[in-house]
């Protein structure tokens, strides 16, 4: 009796390919030192203001940028610890701090925060999910507006959402298909990286993830296990 060949799965194209562990680290590397650069950069000038002997009538002005500079990037790397890191072993986290985290990311963009996250205690898994929706949420509101982050819990699982309203809202191409677990394309890899690294922890934690976009609308919703 002749058996059939098994079938094979075609290939899929090279561009399609999901990058591997090296690679999606360098991407997520590069999207930080992207985040960190500006408020870096910033710091500098001010101490070479500072420094410059034909610039002391700005010396108030220098000082200003250091500070706010400094602010920038503690509250950056504060938050991208959790966002990103493995924030040392905690498996769960405060409510309060995590709402000081977002808060300090959102003190440097047009959007505002209104938090409205029920549990005080989030798991890690739920925790990551909701900052990087969170700043998904802020660069969804170029001209301001606000973002509502929601967390509940019920029947076993957390469920999240960030609303954000304000005029043009919207999600970059790239972001939508990160968030769907596709590839950029030509795209630049900053925004995609971050929504394609939700997508991973919420496949991970066994949950799901969508996004809605309306008129001056985003909605971004999550749910995993507890």
């Given at each position: ?103 300090g990311v959102f003190a440097h963009v047009r ?116």
């Amino acid at each position: 009796m002749t058996q059939a060949a098994p079938s094979e799965t075609p290939p899929l194209p090279v561009e399609e390919l999901p990058p591997e562990a090296a690679e999606l680290a360098a991407q997520i590397a590069a999207r930080l030192c992207h985040d960190f650069i500006s408020p870096a950069s910033a710091i500098v000038s001010g101490l070479d203001l500072l420094e410059d002997p034909t610039a002391q009538d700005m010396r108030e002005e220098a000082m200003e940028l250091i500070a706010q500079s400094a602010r920038k990037l503690a509250d950056l790397l504060q938050f991208c610890r959790i966002a990103f890191g493995a924030s040392s072993s905690a498996e769960a986290f405060d409510a309060r701090a995590l709402e000081g985290l977002a808060q300090g990311v959102f003190a440097h963009v047009r959007p505002t925060l209104d938090w409205k996250v029920e549990p005080a205690a989030i798991n890690k898994a739920t925790a990551r999910i909701l900052m990087n929706l969170c700043q998904i949420a802020a660069s969804a509101l170029p001209m301001g507006g606000a973002a509502t982050a929601r967390v509940v819990e019920a029947d076993g699982r957390a469920a999240i959402t960030l609303d954000a309203a304000g005029p043009r809202a919207r999600l970059k191409p790239e972001v939508l298909r990160g968030l769907k677990g596709e590839m950029r394309g030509d795209a630049v890899g900053g925004a995609w990286v971050q929504a394609y690294f939700v997508h991973l922890i919420v496949k991970a934690a066994g949950g799901q993830l969508a996004a809605e976009c309306g008129e001056d609308r985003v909605t971004l919703a999550a749910w995993a296990p507890l």
